[in-house]
């Protein structure tokens, strides 16, 4: 596609449930990452893709937390048992290869309300 | 841990004023992206500072980047409203982590 594109847009949910935020990177990227933006913050890095695999995780907050690219392009964040505090907005964003010098681009977010 | 800070947080400025935005990180990278951020839309990439000294300009806004003090700046000339935005300095870590800290963001208001 043109750009990076997540959906939905936006999501209610209620506490402990389960979510799945999904992402569509630029066609034949091939690095995908995944942030989260609290508010009035600055996006803080989750965990990024060379491919299928997820090169570096360090940045998930804890066990509930995962995400999967099983045939390299799209991406679903997964969050389980979800807490108040997990409300955000999770950005999504890729490039040609990791480290690309021009930097990523990012999608639009998906922002996450949990009730 | 690398740290990236900005500075102001917020800024309201008139239009026609020129104004000063500072980032700064504490370890060692070359590598240093600006982004702008509208409320309730994604980041737009605005520079790419890839080496100390380095200076780029578009419009009304220019950046530079200086690795031996590990600072950026980000230089509003003449400021419009259209700039008012949230705007985002990010520092890649290297050494392969391919990892961007972000700093907290300057929220520039520009009055009419």
């Known amino acids: 596609g043109a750009g990076v594109s997540q959906t939905p847009s936006n999501k209610v949910t209620e506490k402990g449930k389960y979510v799945e935020l999904r992402c569509d990177p630029i066609?034949?990227?091939?690095?995908l990452y995944w942030y989260r933006q609290s508010l009035g913050q600055g996006p803080e890095f989750l965990i990024y893709?060379?491919?299928?695999?997820?090169?570096?995780d360090s940045g998930l907050p804890n066990d509930r937390f995962f995400a999967v690219r099983p045939e390299g392009s799209v991406s679903t964040l997964k969050i389980q048992r979800t807490e108040r505090g997990d409300s955000a907005v999770y950005l999504c964003?890729?490039?040609?290869?990791?480290?690309?010098?021009?930097?990523?681009?990012f999608g639009s977010g998906t922002r996450l309300t949990v009730v | 841990e690398l740290k990236v800070e900005q500075n102001p947080l917020f800024l309201s400025m008139q239009e026609g004023k020129n104004y000063t935005i500072y980032c700064n990180y504490s370890t060692t990278s070359d590598r240093l992206y600006w982004y702008r951020q509208d409320p309730g839309k994604s980041l737009e990439s605005l520079f790419v500072?890839?080496?100390?000294?380095a200076v780029k300009q578009e419009g009304r806004l220019m950046a530079s980047l200086d690795t031996k003090a590990r600072l950026s700046t980000l230089h509003i000339t003449a400021a419009v409203h259209d700039l008012s935005a949230t705007y985002f300095c990010?520092?890649?870590?290297?050494?392969?982590?391919?990892?961007?800290?972000f700093g907290t963001g300057t929220r520039l208001k520009v009055l009419a």
């Open positions: 893709f060379q491919g299928t695999g997820a090169a570096d």
């Open positions: 066609s034949g990227h091939t690095a």
């Open positions: 990010a520092v890649d870590m290297g050494s392969g982590t391919y990892k961007y800290i």
């Open positions: 964003a890729s490039s040609l290869y990791p480290g690309v010098l021009n930097g990523y681009t």
């Open positions: 500072l890839l080496s100390n000294g």
